[in-house]
């Protein structure tokens, strides 16, 4: 089983990224796939989670941390076996590495997650 976070980059304040979660090995429409971020020396954050699909092709409920709802969109893609956090009007506090996580359900602790996947760095400054 193998999760790959992508689609980090170095963006202005302001601008959007498409972070992806795609996964081997597994399929993620039966997970709830969360988005945590970190910065060395601190404290890993939850970002967003996507609940399981319902198994008729509904795609599962969402969940934002305060500092990112409004301006961020998380879906999945299961024909692609991937989840995508699209976070728009980027912030230098957005800056840390991205992860993507598997879980039984968004409402959990970090330390249930069942998979991870490596991070992706997202940088935001000018």
């Known amino acids: 089983v193998q999760l790959q976070a992508s689609g980090g980059g170095l963006v202005q304040p302001g601008g959007s990224l498409r972070l992806s979660c795609a996964a081997s090995?597994?399929?993620?429409?039966?997970?709830?796939i969360h988005w945590f971020r970190q910065n060395p020396g601190k404290e890993r954050d939850w970002v967003s989670c996507?609940?399981?699909?319902?198994?008729?092709?509904?795609?599962?409920?969402?969940y934002y941390q305060d500092s990112v709802i409004g301006r961020s969109t998380i879906s999945r893609d299961n024909a692609e076996n991937t989840v995508y956090l699209q976070v728009n009007g980027l912030k230098p506090e957005d800056t840390a590495n991205y992860y993507c996580?598997?879980?039984?359900?968004?409402?959990?602790?970090?330390?249930?997650?069942?998979?991870w996947g490596k991070g992706t760095l997202v940088t935001v400054s000018s």
């Open positions: 996580a598997a879980a039984s359900k968004c409402w959990t602790t970090s330390a249930a997650m069942e998979y």
């Open positions: 090995g597994v399929t993620l429409e039966y997970y709830a």
């Open positions: 996507i609940s399981a699909g319902d198994g008729a092709g509904g795609a599962g409920r969402t």
